[in-house]
């Protein structure tokens, strides 16, 4: 393969820049006197990183990172070995800090099209996090590269600092222009032979199993050996599914949050029943799922009905001026964000820049400094602006599936940018394995290991400002299910950004895709922490969701059906595990909420 145009470089990151900005920042702290937990000893332990796996001898350092946070190269690595094919993306790789000997490599992507994985990196899952309202960089101890190597990939071309002429008409273009970036990252890194995992969310819900799919077509294990994928929030399918048809379920789970008046909520569920959405919520919704949905369905709704989505969104900006819809818990003040993320309106207050568009941030990482960095590119990324592509629930996703027999797809239960039901009625309407869909609801619980800085007391003791910072749950934090290959987890108090929001969640999804716990109902716990004391595992119950629900039979918890399903196959358990009629106008149910919108605002990321 063609070798790299521009080389990437070893980052040193034990150093900080001067800044001109003038930053105030105000907290509280515990007069109590803090000792360091062992989740922290050893979290700072891990921070004296091991022996150097992939030096050279170009460092830089990292911009307002004034800690530790190990080895990591960046750099530009063409997408073809044509020497007339200038188009390049763009990556950051950061090798395992631990001492695993695993030979594995996970690559993340966020989506749009067109957003940056720098977002991921920045915000989710990297080492080092600057989150949005928040006074400076900190440690991350829920980086993902804690467990295995991890590089943030910023495609397709057009996206971030990636360069060259957007050619791209469809995701089978995507996936073969990300084909070739690969097979040059494994050479320049030697990493030939090494288990592939693919993980992202949004749009990478298409991104992601296309890409698996093209690998796992290439039959080639030295490059290509894909072991396991996770999408977050995912495009999945049909938008009128993935948005109007479960929007008002979820405004009604929500109604604490989204509190319209009388007279438009009875419009909102007068417009739910006339367009027909509560009839296919309550035929489709349903497991074993009676038959595929009509593959004419977006012919059959109305542009009024199709709207209703938006309809909402633009009501809620009169309740709540600061309403997120990536995480619909957000109110004012409008917080700013580091990254000048869409989220935030393109809010950032005088003084402030966005981190990736400094120069010397870009120097630092060797990206080419005449390129304007955005979030989320102004520009298409497939020509015309359209993928053409179809869905991946029609084929490549399935594919992934049955090769892998390791996908988890997650979702996050504030997000309404995509929505969790419609994520679920486009599983309800896959095939896989031989069947359609699932054959039962997902109530199993999620359990997040208990770990040092997730109880009161702890945390009231705390004073250390880099510890207080990454603070995150425990116990069990939502539903989760598996059959055929495919997990499906929904994830409490967590918005679009699953590991943003919920990063000890999102830890222990990845544990699960790597293979180091078994299930997400294990109560083993974290590999991180491994002496941490956890629960009974006799103790668990049913997965939980915003209020409590009735237990389905033993039975159906077993893997059995019994008497008490109804004619279509649906024990009375709803897709979030709350109880709800088996009969009647689904107008009724609180249901967890809508899936997806994709394109509807073009901000997915």
């Known amino acids: 393969m063609r070798p790299a145009t521009v080389f990437c470089g070893l980052l040193s990151v034990a150093a900080r820049f001067a800044d001109a900005r003038s930053w105030q920042h105000v907290g509280k702290k515990n007069p109590q006197e803090f000792t360091a937990s062992k989740f922290q000893r050893d979290y700072l332990a891990s921070r004296q990183n091991p022996k150097l796996k992939f030096a050279t001898n170009s460092t830089a350092r990292i911009p307002d990172v004034d800690f530790d946070v190990?080895?990591?190269?960046?750099?530009?690595?063409?997408?073809?070995?044509?020497?007339?094919?200038?188009?390049?993306?763009?990556?950051?790789?950061?090798?395992?800090?631990?001492?695993?000997?695993?030979?594995?490599?996970?690559?993340?992507?966020?989506?749009?099209p067109g957003c940056s994985s720098f977002e991921g990196l920045l915000q989710e899952n990297g080492p080092f996090l600057w989150q949005y309202g928040t006074f400076k960089p900190v440690p991350n101890p829920w980086a993902w590269n804690r467990l295995t190597n991890v590089v943030w990939v910023e495609q397709p071309v057009g996206t971030g600092f990636s360069r060259g002429n957007v050619t791209a008409t469809s995701e089978e273009d995507v996936a073969k222009q990300f084909l070739g970036f690969w097979k040059n990252f494994v050479e320049t890194f030697s990493m030939q032979g090494y288990a592939v995992y693919i993980a992202g969310e949004s749009y990478a819900g298409m991104y992601c199993p296309y890409i698996a799919s093209a690998m796992l077509d290439e039959a080639d294990a030295t490059y290509y050996n894909v072991s396991g994928m996770l999408i977050y929030d995912p495009v999945l399918g049909n938008d009128i599914v993935q948005a109007a048809t479960t929007t008002v379920p979820f405004v009604d789970y929500h109604r604490n949050l989204m509190t319209f008046n009388d007279s438009f909520s009875a419009y909102l569920h007068e417009q739910h029943e006339s367009c027909g959405f509560a009839d296919y919520n309550a035929e489709y919704l349903t497991y074993p799922p009676p038959g595929p949905q009509p593959s004419d369905y977006d012919s059959t709704v109305s542009a009024e009905c199709a709207g209703v989505w938006d309809m909402v969104i633009n009501e809620m900006f009169s309740v709540n001026p600061c309403f997120n819809v990536y995480q619909v818990a957000a109110t004012c003040p409008l917080l700013w964000d580091v990254l000048g993320f869409p989220g935030s309106f393109g809010y950032v207050p005088e003084g402030a820049e966005v981190y990736f568009d400094r120069p010397e941030v870009k120097r630092a990482i060797h990206a080419s400094e005449s390129t304007r960095w955005e979030e989320c590119a102004s520009r298409d990324v497939f020509v015309g602006g359209r993928d053409t592509s179809d869905p991946p629930t029609w084929r490549v996703l399935p594919h992934v599936i049955e090769q892998t027999q390791n996908v988890i797809i997650g979702h996050g239960t504030l997000d309404m940018i995509l929505l969790p039901n419609g994520t679920l009625l486009s599983i309800q309407n896959m095939t896989w394995g031989g069947q359609l869909g699932f054959r039962h609801p997902p109530v199993e619980p999620f359990y997040v290991p208990y770990h040092a800085l997730s109880t009161g007391d702890e945390i009231q003791r705390a004073t250390d400002a880099e510890a207080l910072a990454t603070i995150a749950g425990a116990g069990i934090m939502g539903t989760a299910h598996e059959e055929r290959g495919l997990t499906y987890v929904a994830i409490n108090l967590a918005g679009h950004m699953v590991p943003q929001y919920a990063p000890s969640a999102a830890f222990r999804q990845l544990e699960v895709l790597l293979g180091r716990v078994p299930a997400l109902n294990s109560t083993q716990a974290f590999t991180i922490e491994p002496d941490y004391p956890q629960v009974d595992p006799g103790s668990l119950g049913n997965g939980t969701g915003s209020a409590t629900f009735d237990a389905p039979p033993q039975a159906e918890r077993d893997g059995s059906l019994d008497s008490s399903e109804n004619e279509n196959g649906n024990d009375g358990v709803n897709s979030t595990g709350l109880a709800v009629p088996t009969t009647g106008s689904a107008s009724a149910w609180l249901a967890c909420g809508a899936v997806l919108v994709a394109g509807l605002l073009n901000l997915n990321l």
Do not use: A, V
Request: zero cysteines.
């Open 70 to 112: 190990g080895e990591s190269y960046s750099g530009y690595l063409p997408i073809s070995d044509d020497s007339n094919d200038r188009n390049e993306l763009f990556f950051w790789f950061f090798p395992s800090s631990s001492n695993t000997k695993q030979k594995e490599i996970l690559l993340w992507l966020n989506g749009g």
